[in-house]
């Protein structure tokens, strides 16, 4: 994880070297969680917390405050269970997600990840209402290493290429099915129904393992209120969070895991095949405080 992706360690690195802790301290330190996209009930709420430990120890030392909001970010990413529950044969991982977010993309990247665990993994092109998606999620399958079964004419039933995906998956042992399905129709309802019939075509061959939505990280609040029809519908199990790098701010992780509860899985933190992934608390923490 590159140090330059991630502001808010630059932010506080002025801050821990002072000599004491005073009001300066905590207005620089509500700013840099602000400025990491925090927002501001989470930033309050850290402040607050952080406030109430630096008096219970009666510490002045910048390096105990660093060393308190390190522990205390880890206790907040912590509450949320980040494991990839992949433990099914076949394991079926429906990725969902609105156009333009980075869906395609992330499936090959996470077909890539999984090949580097040394998992056999077929991707299912069941976004069929757009031709060119399934020309792309073949190029970014091959990219990673991945089987395809694409669908055999244009326009077919995407849960008739979800059916066929498992089945591929079943005949020749592949351990890992990943299902691209569509990020719009033309009614939001329209596009729910058409998740459900994959979810209940997939259900009758095997257990579906992870629901995964795809957000951009770059949108911030916006990107989970275009979410919000799969979150409430699609039966989401996991988060994976592209584009956080740049502009990007580590502190949307736990922006959006707490807003809506589900735990954040994957990191995308760049444009290559392996700047895919998992989330570890700890790492993560030790990389956005420094």
């Known amino acids: 994880m590159a140090e330059r992706s991630w502001s808010l360690g630059r932010a506080l690195r002025g801050m821990f070297v002072k000599p004491v802790i005073d009001e300066e301290t905590w207005d620089d330190l509500e700013s840099a969680l602000l400025t990491a996209d925090f927002g501001p009930d989470i930033t309050e709420r850290l402040v607050d917390e952080l406030r109430e430990k630096v008096e219970r120890f009666r510490t002045t030392d910048p390096k105990d405050l660093q060393r308190m909001l390190?522990?205390?970010?880890?206790?907040?990413?912590?509450?949320?269970?980040?494991?990839l529950r992949l433990t099914e044969r076949p394991a079926v991982v429906l990725v969902v997600g609105v156009n333009g977010v980075g869906k395609t993309t992330t499936i090959g990247k996470f077909a890539n990840f999984l090949r580097r665990y040394g998992r056999?993994?077929?991707?299912?092109?069941?976004?069929?209402?757009?031709?060119?998606a399934v020309d792309q999620l073949a190029t970014w399958a091959e990219r990673g290493g991945a089987a395809i079964v694409r669908p055999q004419h244009e326009g077919?039933?995407?849960?008739?290429?979800?059916?066929?995906?498992?089945?591929?998956?079943?005949?020749?042992?592949?351990?890992?099915?990943?299902?691209?399905?569509?990020?719009?129709?033309?009614?939001?309802?329209?596009?729910?129904?058409?998740?459900?019939k994959i979810r209940r075509v997939v259900e009758k061959q095997a257990p579906?393992?992870?629901?995964?939505l795809v957000l951009d990280a770059t949108t911030g609040q916006n990107g989970v209120m275009q979410a919000q029809a799969f979150l409430e519908h699609a039966g989401v199990t996991g988060l994976v969070l592209t584009k956080l790098d740049g502009s990007a701010k580590g502190g949307f992780v736990l922006a959006v895991q707490e807003r809506t509860g589900i735990p954040v899985k994957l990191l995308g933190q760049g444009e290559g095949i392996a700047d895919l992934?998992?989330?570890?608390?700890?790492?993560f923490v030790e990389a956005l405080v420094g």
């Open 70 to 83: 390190k522990e205390t970010l880890e206790e907040h990413f912590a509450a949320f269970d980040t494991t």
């Open 156 to 196: 077919q039933d995407p849960a008739s290429v979800a059916y066929q995906t498992v089945e591929f998956a079943q005949t020749t042992g592949t351990e890992i099915v990943l299902i691209d399905t569509a990020g719009r129709l033309h009614t939001k309802g329209g596009l729910m129904d058409e998740l459900g």
């Open 208 to 212: 579906i393992s992870e629901v995964l």
């Open 120 to 132: 056999q993994v077929v991707v299912g092109a069941a976004d069929t209402f757009r031709a060119a």
């Open 277 to 283: 992934t998992g989330f570890t608390p700890h790492v």
